[in-house]
């Protein structure tokens, strides 16, 4: 069950920049860090920012995030058309005891 | 590299047990917690639960009742099994390193049917 909420969808054309949204409640993201992950279908998802801003090694600093209260960020700037995936925002939950996930935004590159 | 690799039996009846086994290669096993998410396009992306190498398990408390988490510090594997399976359970389930996940397995589809 998807707790964190995203747009389903964003666009952009080559070049451009695509910012997605990640709304969360003070049990996760307003207490916890926040990861994002990019999944291209029929794949395993890809961690592409972890601990709200920070890049594992070999991401593009083409992506970056932030996170502000109970709400966090993706960006993505001069947009290619392999960053075409859905892209997920997660964050450890303290009901749960567990990380949640959003919703999934897709991104298509036009 | 990390890389996590998965494996079970992917077609299961409605009152099963799903079996899953996850191994760990191209870095440490110890100091990690080991998860498994499972994705299906009516839920999205759920959290199933995680274990550690000294045995400590977390349970998503939702489906705490029906699961068992296992692991073999020898092999650098860890394994789900999920009891009493209902077509509720159908999903693509990932292993994953950390409580968050960090790196992924390839998932492995799963269809309860009779």
């Known amino acids: 069950q998807s707790v964190l909420t995203q747009p389903p969808s964003a666009s952009g054309t080559p070049g451009q920049r695509v910012t997605i949204s990640c709304s969360g409640s003070?049990?996760?993201?307003?207490?916890?860090?926040v990861n994002w992950y990019q999944q291209v279908p029929g794949t395993a998802p890809r961690l592409v920012i972890y601990?709200?801003?920070q890049r594992p090694s070999g991401v593009p600093d083409r992506f970056s995030g932030s996170k502000s209260g109970t709400s966090a960020s993706l960006a993505i700037s001069g947009l290619q058309s392999e960053d075409e995936a859905d892209y997920f925002c997660?964050?450890?939950?303290?009901?749960?005891?567990?990380?949640?996930f959003g919703t999934g935004t897709r991104v298509t590159v036009l | 590299q990390v890389q996590l690799h998965q494996w079970g039996a992917g077609l299961l009846q409605p009152s099963e047990t799903l079996s899953l086994t996850c191994a760990v290669s191209g870095g440490f096993f110890t100091g990690y917690f080991w998860s498994w998410v499972r994705q299906s396009p009516g839920k999205g992306l759920e959290w199933i639960g995680e274990?550690?190498?000294?045995?400590?398990?977390h349970f998503n408390p939702s489906l705490k009742s029906r699961i068992t988490l296992s692991i073999d510090t020898s092999k650098n594997q860890f394994s789900l099994n999920l009891r009493s399976l209902t077509a509720a359970d159908t999903a693509v389930y990932y292993c994953?390193?950390?409580?968050?996940?960090?790196?992924w397995g390839q998932g492995t589809p799963v269809t309860v049917s009779s």
């Open positions: 003070s049990s996760n993201i307003g207490s916890n860090t």
């Open positions: 601990s709200n801003y």
């Open positions: 274990i550690n190498h000294g045995g400590t398990t």
């Open positions: 997660a964050a450890s939950d303290d009901t749960l005891n567990g990380p949640v």
């Open positions: 994953a390193r950390g409580h968050m996940g960090d790196y």
